[in-house]
Nanobody, 116 residues
Framework: QVQLVESGGDLVQPGGSLRLSCAASGFPFSRYGLSWYRQVPNKERELVASITNTGVEIYYVTSVKGRFTISRDNAKNTMYLQMNSLKPEDTAVYYC?????????WGQGTQVTVSS
């Protein structure tokens, strides 16, 4: 079955960095674009970044441009989100998303907390 497993979330001070990983299985990883979303309590889930199957086309929400970098390693079936210059407003649960022929899939999420 399709599985998406996020990791890498942590408590970090403002200005710090984290790298999130999303390990995928159960579908042909290299054929599909993937996305990172984030959500805080009582707010809708927000699209943070997307990457096409080849990694050629990338999208970032304006608030993270220049600070976050999305990437993927198709040989390892893994997607990454490098987050630099973190701000308190980046605090959220971060989710990996894959929209494939079989359906729309989410990981369980990983908590990122930016606080001094």
């Amino acid at each position: 079955q399709v599985q998406l497993v996020e990791s890498g979330g942590d408590l970090v001070q403002p200005g710090g960095s984290l790298r999130l990983s999303c390990a995928a299985s159960g579908f042909p990883f290299s054929r599909y674009g993937l996305s990172w979303y984030r959500q805080v309590p009582n707010k809708e889930r927000e699209l943070v970044a997307s990457i096409t199957n080849t990694g050629v086309e990338i999208y970032y929400v304006t608030s993270v441009k220049g600070r976050f970098t999305i990437s993927r390693d198709n040989a390892k079936n893994t997607m990454y989100l490098q987050m630099n210059s973190l701000k308190p407003e980046d605090t959220a649960v971060y989710y990996c998303n894959a929209r494939i022929v079989l359906g729309n899939y989410w990981g369980q999420g990983t908590q990122v907390t930016v606080s001094s």
